[in-house]
């Protein structure tokens, strides 16, 4: 049971590019999201998907593109990347628990030149 | 809209109880919950308090007075290896999770 796995860990691009993060989930869980972390900002919520077959955008979601491609997966692209993106990005799912206890990846730092 | 505020920064000494505050504003509240996240690690999920009083689970403990729309996570026996960031994050009706900016808890010998 591997939980919430994020591919790849680090990342540098030139400004203009684009690259696709991915996110995949073995617990089940409907709910999955994307955030991104900065210093002193906490994390912000980029977009997330309630359940398989819709996506809605969260507080930062401009310059970000998303896709469930199924139950397990949720993927983040970013199309044109600019250095305001450099950030850690995280990927979590939730499942129906008590708690609403959320599962997070390990993060995929990105650096944006 | 929603909104979290915690302080940025809280030093205490190994051995001694931290608590860190959390309050919030939101419409539709359902409960406040705690992560803690280490220097280049993921957040994970701590406690949870959807009734007012207290949650205990081992050295940890949180606190939620919806009335005060108020939480404070309560740390003891500090050791080393609780320096971390702590967040605290609001549930509210269907809407994701809003997460405070977190505070950073130093423990120094």
């Known amino acids: 049971n591997a939980g919430v796995t994020q591919t790849p860990k680090f990342q540098v691009l030139k400004t203009g590019q684009s690259m696709t993060l991915q996110c995949a989930q073995d617990?089940?869980?409907?709910?999955m999201y994307w955030y991104r972390q900065d210093p002193g900002m906490g994390l912000r919520l980029i977009y997330y998907s309630a359940s398989e077959g819709t996506t809605d955008k969260g507080e930062v979601p401009n310059g970000y593109n998303v896709s469930r491609l199924n139950k397990r997966e949720f993927s983040l692209r970013l199309e044109s990347a600019a250095p305001s993106q450099t950030s850690v990005y995280f990927c979590a799912s939730k499942g129906g628990g008590t708690y609403n206890e959320q599962f997070f990846g390990p993060g995929t730092r990105l650096t944006v030149l | 809209g929603q909104s979290l505020e915690q302080p940025s920064e809280v030093t205490a000494v190994e051995g001694a109880i931290v608590q860190i505050n959390c309050t919030y504003q939101?419409?539709?509240?359902?409960?406040l919950s705690w992560y803690q996240q280490h220097d280049g690690g993921a957040p994970t999920f701590l406690s949870y308090n959807g009734l007012d009083g207290l949650e205990e689970t081992g050295r940890f403990s949180s606190f939620l007075s919806r009335s005060d729309s108020y939480g404070y996570l309560l740390l003891q026996e500090l050791q080393m290896k609780d320096s971390a960031s702590y967040f605290c994050a609001v549930r509210s009706g269907n809407t994701p999770l809003v997460f405070g900016k977190g505070t950073r808890l130093s423990v120094i010998a």
């Open positions: 617990m089940n869980h409907n709910s």
């Open positions: 939101t419409s539709g509240f359902y409960g």
